[in-house]
């Protein structure tokens, strides 16, 4: 298993997956919180809070959830709450049957962000999916309106 790379790693074994999704309850401890705090430039990131259901089928891996916490921005801004659905869908392998290519460059208005994952790549950091996500709900509290049809670069 490789070492954390990021602010808030949490390594899954893709081999280990299958078809019965399994449930993991991700909470940053004080340190992640502060370092996510200091890569999204806020005041504070407090009670973030997200439970996975990780499953795989064929080549495909499906990871559903829900982030939420609050977060801070300056000394000057209200505490705001925040929630992210997440829908990712991962290809492990280019050349499989249910690979489509096409999903991934023109479906963007789709409910699951797809990505087609290295080759050589052996987990997943379901950490950084979270991280991520807390990302697009900030963005989307600067617009004032959750987004529709974006895209995010996973991997």
């Known amino acids: ?59 495909r891996v499906f990871i559903e959830a829900s982030v939420k916490g609050r977060l801070q921005t300056d000394k000057y801004s209200q505490i705001l709450e925040f929630q992210e659905d997440v829908k990712v869908l991962l290809f492990t392998d280019k050349t499989a049957k249910d690979f489509d290519a096409e999903k991934l460059e023109d479906d963007v208005n789709s409910d699951w962000d797809c990505d087609l994952l290295e080759e050589d790549v052996l987990e997943i950091d379901i950490g950084e999916i979270v991280s991520q996500y807390i990302s697009l709900a900030m ?17």
Do not use: W
């Open 1 to 59: 298993m490789s070492l954390p790379h990021n602010e808030f790693s949490r390594m899954v074994e893709i081999k280990k997956l299958n078809s019965v999704p399994k449930e993991y309850d991700l909470t940053p401890n004080d340190q992640e919180l502060q370092n996510l705090a200091k890569r999204f430039l806020l005041l504070e990131l407090m009670d973030v809070n997200s439970v996975l259901n990780v499953s795989k089928k064929g080549s």
């Open 139 to 155: 963005i989307g509290m600067d617009a004032g309106v959750q987004e529709e049809g974006r895209v995010i670069e996973l991997f």
